[in-house]
């Protein structure tokens, strides 16, 4: 079944620089890829998703990148600000089942004014 | 309108002693899915409803687990003879339909087995 890796479990920025988290995937059948924010105490919530049909999407400070030749995609945040701080998850579908979505470890940002 | 809500929002229970978790998914949404999180951890997957039927339930760590949404709204998860390991964050998901799209967490229910 899908395995989904993410890095760095950690990561502190000083708020204004920008931040990147990495994920791999296992399935290359596997054809959609959110992006989920949890705040401390509270339910995740997407921030932005890629399918595989596409290399790149941008929602405005936040973009996600895609490789499915070698099976990984980033996480770009630029111009942090402290409310960015949470954990993110990157997740994958797999084409063989749409919907059981694999969630990566996460990644616990923290930005520092 | 109104989210996906989880009740009860917190539970402690005894080992062995059997629980009922509820999630009321958004209404309209078709898929609803249970996951479990440990601390420090990511969601895990535990079933996926689509309409009434399980679609997939391959994430059922084991025959204690059992998930029911009998009308295709409401769903409970059922854990029998609760193990300290089962002590988790449960949350609920719903999305509109079953084609990959944005899934739409509940609170969670924070079960604690003593």
């Known amino acids: 079944g899908e395995n989904v890796e993410q890095h760095p479990s950690t990561l502190s920025v000083q708020e204004g620089d920008s931040a990147v988290i990495k994920c791999t995937y296992s399935d290359s059948a596997s054809n959609y890829f959110p992006w989920y924010k949890q705040e401390l105490g509270k339910r995740p919530q997407l921030i932005i998703d890629?399918?595989?049909?596409?290399g790149e999407k941008k929602d405005q400070r936040i973009a996600v990148t895609l490789n499915k030749t070698a099976k990984h995609f980033s996480l770009h945040i630029t111009e942090t600000q402290p409310e960015d701080s949470a954990v993110y998850f990157c997740a994958a579908s797999s084409k063989t089942s749409y919907d059981k979505v694999i969630f990566g470890p996460g990644t616990s940002l923290s930005v520092i004014p | 309108g109104a989210g996906v809500s989880q009740t009860p929002s917190n539970k402690v229970t005894e080992k062995g002693k059997y629980v009922e978790l509820r999630c009321d998914p958004i209404s309209g949404h078709t898929a609803l899915y249970w996951y479990r999180q440990s601390l420090g951890q990511g969601p895990e997957f535990l079933i996926y409803f689509q309409g009434t039927g399980a679609a997939d339930d391959s994430g059922l760590p084991n025959d204690r687990f059992f998930a029911v949404r009998p009308e295709g709204s409401v769903s409970t998860l059922k854990i029998q003879r609760t193990e300290r390991g089962d002590s988790a964050v449960y949350l609920c998901a719903s999305s509109l339909t079953s084609v990959p799209t944005e899934q739409f967490f509940g609170p969670g229910t924070r079960l604690t087995v003593l």
């Open positions: 890629i399918r595989s049909n596409v």
